[in-house]
C-alpha cells in the first residue's frame, strides 16, 4: 500500500460513486484531497465574453464548497488553490512527498494537455500519475467495437450495445479520509479572486441550480419517485437535460451510471425504457465521439470535414443574437433566459441553434462558445456534438 496519495479533482466533485477516489482511498494510508481553480477558465474569449461565465463560476463553486464540507464529515480536507493545475498539483506532490497523483481522465483537448503537462512536471519529482477513465458509463473495454470504429451514428451505436450493454458497477463511497497532519487547506476563492466581477450575475437569478451533491441525488430521487416508478412518461423526451440533472451531471456531483442504475433499478417492472435511458446513452455516443475525432469537434468544418460549407463571420448580427434583439422573437426569448439562468431546455437550444446556423448561416462555432460560457450543464462533447449535428458537419 502507497503511504501518501494527491487526489485531484476535476469534473468528479462527489463521494458517492467516484472510481477513482475509491481506488486511492484504498491505495493508500493518508489522501490529500485538491481542487485547483484554474483562471484561464473564466477568461475573455476572441468574441469578448467569458468562457465560463459568472453564473457557472459560481456553481462550480458551490459545488466545491459541498464537496469540502462531504470530505470533511469523512475525517478529511479538501485543499484549495487558485492557479494551473499542471504546475499546483506537481508542487503539492513534491511538496508532501506523495507516491503518487490519482485523478480522472478527461478528453477535451485543453484538458488533455493540461494532464500531459502534468505528468512531465511529476515526472521530474519521480511521481507517478495514475489517471481513470470515469466520464462515461461504459469502459473502452467493453464497448463491441474499437474506438477509432465509432458507428457513424447514434442509432447504429445504440444498436450495437442493445444487446451487450455492460454499464460499469458502483464503487463504494469512502468510509473515512485521513489527511497528514500538516497540510494547509486554502480558502475557497469568491468571484473577484478568479477575476470575476460579481455584478455580472444577472439580477433575476431565482431559477438557478445550486451546485453540489445533495442537490443532484435530490433531483435524481424526485424524479425516480414522479415519473419512473408509477411509470409516468415525462412531458419531454430530454428528461436528463429538463429535469436539469445534466446541470450536476457536468460537474461529477452525480454519475451517468449511478442515475442510470437508479432509473432501472426503478422501471424494472416497465415494459418501455425510460427516456432518461436514452440521454444517457446519447450523451456516452458524444463523449466517445469527441474521443474519436478530438480537436475537428471543434472546427467550422466539424466532424465530417465539410470544407465547402462556407459559415458568415458577422459580428452584427450575432451580437443581436446573444442580446435577444433578432426579428424572431422566440428566439430572443430563448437567448434571454439562457443569459439570465443558464439553462434552456433541450427544445429550446434546438430553436436557437437552427436560427443562428439556418436563417442568419453565422459560424456555428460562435454558438457553440456562447453556449460554452452560460449553460450551467456544459460538457464540451455533448454542447460541441449537438451543435456540430444541428449545423449539419456531425456524427447525427
Known amino acids: 500500500m502507497a503511504r501518501r496519495i494527491i487526489y485531484w479533482f476535476r469534473n468528479d466533485l462527489r463521494l458517492k460513486d467516484n472510481q477513482a477516489l475509491s481506488a486511492a482511498v484504498g491505495s493508500a494510508s493518508e489522501i490529500i484531497p485538491v481542487y485547483v481553480f484554474d483562471p484561464r477558465q473564466f477568461e475573455k474569449t476572441k468574441l469578448g465574453f467569458r468562457r465560463t461565465s459568472a453564473l457557472r463560476a459560481r456553481f462550480l463553486i458551490e459545488s466545491v464548497a459541498e464537496l469540502r464540507e462531504n470530505i470533511r464529515q469523512k475525517g478529511g480536507d479538501l485543499l484549495i488553490r487558485v492557479g494551473k493545475p499542471e504546475e499546483i498539483v506537481a508542487k503539492l506532490a513534491e511538496d508532501y512527498n ?53 458507428p457513424s451514428g447514434f442509432p447504429e451505436f445504440e444498436r450495437l450495445l442493445s444487446n451487450d450493454l455492460k454499464i460499469k458497477d458502483q464503487f463504494p463511497t469512502p468510509e473515512a479520509i485521513t489527511l497528514p497532519a500538516d497540510f494547509e487547506a486554502g480558502a475557497i476563492p469568491g468571484l473577484p479572486e478568479l477575476g470575476i466581477d460579481p455584478n455580472e450575475i444577472p439580477a433575476e437569478t431565482s431559477d438557478v441550480s445550486r451546485g453540489g451533491e445533495t442537490h443532484a441525488l435530490a433531483v435524481l430521487k424526485e424524479y425516480v419517485e414522479q415519473y419512473v416508478k408509477k411509470d409516468i412518461a415525462y412531458p419531454s423526451t430530454e428528461p436528463l437535460t ?44 458524444l463523449h466517445w465521439t469527441l474521443l474519436r475525432f478530438g480537436p475537428r469537434m471543434f472546427k467550422p468544418s466539424g466532424v465530417k470535414h465539410h470544407f465547402n460549407r462556407r459559415w458568415k463571420n458577422d459580428n452584427a448580427a450575432f451580437e443581436k443574437w446573444i442580446n435577444g434583439q433578432t426579428d424572431n422573437q422566440s428566439v430572443n426569448d430563448i437567448v434571454q433566459k439562457l443569459t439570465a439562468t443558464g439553462f434552456i431546455t433541450a427544445a429550446e437550444r434546438e430553436t436557437a441553434t437552427k436560427y443562428l446556423v439556418d436563417d442568419l448561416d453565422i459560424n456555428w462555432t ?21 451543435w456540430n449535428n444541428l449545423a449539419g458537419v456531425g456524427e447525427d
Not at 457536468?250 to 415494459?271: E, F, M, N, P
Not at 460562435?366 to 449537438?386: I, K, P, T
Open 242 to 285: 429538463d429535469t436539469r440533472l445534466s446541470d450536476w451531471l457536468s460537474l461529477g456531483c452525480i454519475s451517468a451510471s449511478y442515475i442510470y442504475r437508479s432509473v432501472k433499478t426503478a422501471q424494472s417492472h416497465a415494459v418501455t425504457e425510460d427516456a432518461i435511458i436514452i440521454n444517457l446513452l446519447k450523451r456516452e455516443f
Open 366 to 386: 460562435w454558438g457553440a462558445m456562447y453556449f460554452e460560457s452560460l449553460l450551467l450543464d456544459y460538457e464540451a462533447s455533448v454542447n460541441w456534438g449537438r
Open 98 to 150: 506523495a507516491d503518487y497523483v490519482y485523478t480522472s481522465k478527461e478528453i477535451a483537448p485543453q484538458e488533455t494537455r493540461i494532464e500531459s503537462s502534468l505528468s512531465k512536471n511529476l515526472k521530474i519529482a519521480n511521481v507517478d500519475i495514475k489517471l481513470f477513465w470515469m466520464d462515461t458509463m461504459i469502459s473502452a473495454f467493453d464497448l463491441p467495437f474499437r474506438v477509432s470504429k465509432l
